[in-house]
């Protein structure tokens, strides 16, 4: 295995080799998705845990499926029912569990760097599938993956992201990932859910590929590819917006945006989607956006993922 | 029963001092300080060898964790830290289980110490009752009870007409008034610093401002009070500009920083390192520099350890459910002769800032090699180097980034009063 790193823990530790990596094997795989039997044995007898502390749908259904596509065994666990309620702690539950004979683990957790703490600790990979307010490196890969399926590129393009950028783990990965592959990244919403000045720095990964505005509009001229985000009201703990009619009305995706827009702008959404708030529901029937495809290539991008850990592939023979 | 301590580099901030010579104990008490003393009865000689010869350290800020978390430390081991760390005397900070907030806890510490402890404790109490920032405790019968001070340490006092009861009713009893300073507002839920260590990690700032913002407000309060504050384990620049002014106007108030915020920096917490999440944070190389050059033009006149041991059950964990705080008595020294290495402070001025100062604040004597005055003297080589190994940390907790880090300067030997303690064995 030439990774450099044993686990999947961020977009931050990724260089864009890595990345592309992941793509060109996810482009390779997603064809078994659409074969009669779409299963392959490449991973029979390989043990996966879906640690979930945190509810999913999207990911943690797709993860799944790309475990039984690849014919490896997933187990999932998630709070209820476990000894989560009786009190083990996280690294308690990663030891218990990897006696039983995990191969590898996939974590969501609603703290920051939780994946990253059980790495120190774990002797088979960790994917994090989701980190508190931290990342969420495989939503940002499967949102590359979209874009150069649409736009045949993921440099030189102008990608905005729009929403609660300060809590959204998915706006951090993609604001590293989109910027790693050559492309300029324009965040806009509240300015107090945008990074602080002092932490502009760290998401600027050169002078010009990084930008914070204040009007969402700024953000969409022109935008190759636009971002909307959820209001995660579980997040925030405290009331951090005035009301989602105020949210709509000033920070919302509508029809009157598109004007602004190029004519065949990408419309992404990591979901779950707060219809009427950060997207007015009739951008449902927009002919650019990609929300579903995003979800397809999750399934795809995390094959690639689960191949690459398990085997060390960066290709992939068929064995069927 | 004499005891003569040969030959040392003596440093005695009390009497300005500084000089090679001999030192003369009897029966616990200092006898004298010479360039050079001659005896011809039968003493015990300690050859000092250019070593400094000093009196104990006072850190006005420990956590002993007893009552109520002796997993973590108690009475008996953290003054073992302390007494290998230099420090013979320590105030402990009330924030134990129960908290210090009322005189029978008072008094069950002093009476735990009487039996167990190495050094002098001296408890502080709480502000508040139960540090709940609402009602001020009994002040008069904590004092009493032998509180040496109040604070509600670990937690600012938000309501500010609280503070303000609190400044005046303290002088009633002289007794001295410690501020952490942090405007909870401002540092909910917050990790480490707010800055590109923040965005890197994911994890929720606490912003300058939280401090900044309390120590104004303190030292407001101080000057329509005239009753002095003391402001604990400063951390950031950003104060800076309010304590020169504090001085202008002759406010009466203290100020101290710990000897992590004049060494580290923010990128400790890489890889959410819990050891190096504190309270105050770490913050940038620019904070560490202004409290360097703080502590050089005497803004900061108190270096104190801010000891705050936690087991692993609290620091091997996830990083946002970790514990805040760094062990530190046995860190104290060591990195605090630093401040003498880069030229910011001579030993004179820093001895000042770990034994006479804290005194001050405290509204103690401090330890002092005149004559008459109990026998509190260490011995230190300051050129020693050496890894700061487990083994060697006295306390019950390990929780210090220093962890098998390289250290220098130790404390050789010390003597208290009667008692010889040989510290260089292990």
Redesign the interface.
Known sequence: MDLKTKHLLDIASLSKEEIEDFLNLAENLKEILYRPIPKVPTLRGKLIINLFYEPSTRTRFSFEKAAKTLSADSLTFTGKGTSIEKGETLLDTIKNLEAIGADLFIIRHPVAGAPHFVAKYSKVPIVNAGDGTHEHPTQALLDLLTVKEKLGTLSDLKVAIIGDIKHSRVAHSDILAFQKMGSTVWVSGPAHLLPDIKEENYFKLSEKSFKICYKIEDAIKDADIIIALRIQRERHGEALIPSFLEYHEFFGLKPKHLELMKEKTILMHPGPINWGVELAYEMEKYPFQVILDQVENGVAIRMAILLRFLTGEKGYEDFS | MKILVRKGRIIDPSQNLDFLGDLLIENGKILGIEKNIEIHERVEIIEANNLWVLPGLVDIHVHLREPGEEWKEDIETGTKSALYGGVLRLACMPNTKPPNDSPEVTKYILERASQKAYVTVYPIACITKNQEGKEITEFGRLKKAGAIAVSDDGKWVQDSGVMKRAMLYAKNFDLPIISHCEDIGLSR?G?IN????????????I?TSAETIAVLRDLILAKETQKSVHLAHLSTKEVIPFLKWAKEENIPFTAETCPHYFTLTEREVE??NTLAKVNPPLRTEEDVLAIKLALKEGLIEVIASDHAPHSPLEK??????ASFGMIGLQTLLPLSLNLIREGYLTPLALFEKLIVNPSKVLGIDPPSFKKGNSAEVIIVDPEEEYVLTEEIIQSKSKNTPFLNKKLKGRVKKVILKEKIFDLSLI
Do not use: M
């Open positions: 839920g990790q707010e800055g590109c260590f923040s965005a890197k990690l994911g994890l929720k700032g912003p890889n959410y091997e964990i996830e990083f946002e459910h």
